[in-house]
């Protein structure tokens, strides 16, 4: 049974049909009549709306690749046994209504990114714990997570957006600082705690793993108190930070290359959307990629070579999973 639905149109509803080729285009709420099999306070249009909700907000928060087309395509629900879908049901209508209630604490988009973040986690712990248990760990998280966020709705604190907020918000979080040969003054500092992000369940921290003429900057964006992600090798922090909350917004599911400047003015990039690992992919010579990973102060030499930059990054990751 096809069911459509419009991410821009306010004013378009769910419409069932009982074959595909009667799907024509989108109805809108203010004209005809509702049919008998598109009523839309039957069970199976229920169930069905919050099934498609979650489908939703899986999209808008980019989980699935393409789903910008998906978001225009026909979904088909399957049947579902009664018996395993009430708890289901039930979960998703009040994750739908907690979604639209967060809306008045935040934007739309930060509430959508934040309910889809925690049913993704939710549904990796449902295959440890089972349903119920990814429903507690739902709903754990959300209201340990709702103090930071009313918090920040009272004192209109969100994430910075021009560099003069990006360096007000570095300042106010700085945490470690480098002296001058023996002066103890608190000269340059090298580590920026915690900074807030659109996603009220992230936080960033910005750190210098250089020196402070010769820096190299990385960020490591926390998830409800864990580190997912650690991206290395920028010029500044500011343009750290900046890049961080862009991350924070976006929070790609696939590992990226990203072109990076090497000393000897070889070709070279470094791989985002790690964990932790710092992974360099330089071009050694025409077609001759080769990468090197440092993590837990453990390096793995260049390894290669490999036709292309891509090649590299795809044997690294192979490495990981054979690991």
Known sequence: MPFYFDDEADNLRIVMHDSFESVSEFEPLSEGPVSPASDPNSETAIQATDRLAWIRRSLIGNRVPGSEALLRSPITVPETPDRDFDVGMLQNRLVAKTERWLGFLMSNKSAQSFIGDLEERSQQVSKKK?????????????????????????????????????GSTLKKHEFMWVGDGQSPARDTCFYYREMPCTNPAHKISVINAGLPNRPDWYYWIFVNGSIVYCNHHFKSQ????????????????????????????????TVDGLASADVTILEFGPNDWRFQAVEDNKRIWWTGPYFTAEDAMAAYLESLNAN
């Open 130 to 166: 089972g349903r119920i248990g990814s429903i507690l760990y739902f709903w754990a998280n959300l209201i340990r997570s709702l103090p930071p966020i009313l918090f920040r709705a009272i004192t209109a604190q969100g994430a910075p957006n021009t560099m003069l907020d990006l």
């Open 238 to 269: 500011e343009q750290t930070f900046e890049t961080a909350l862009k991350w924070s917004d976006e929070m790609p599911q696939n590992p990226r290359l990203r072109a990076i400047e090497w000393e000897s003015g070889q070709q070279a990039y």
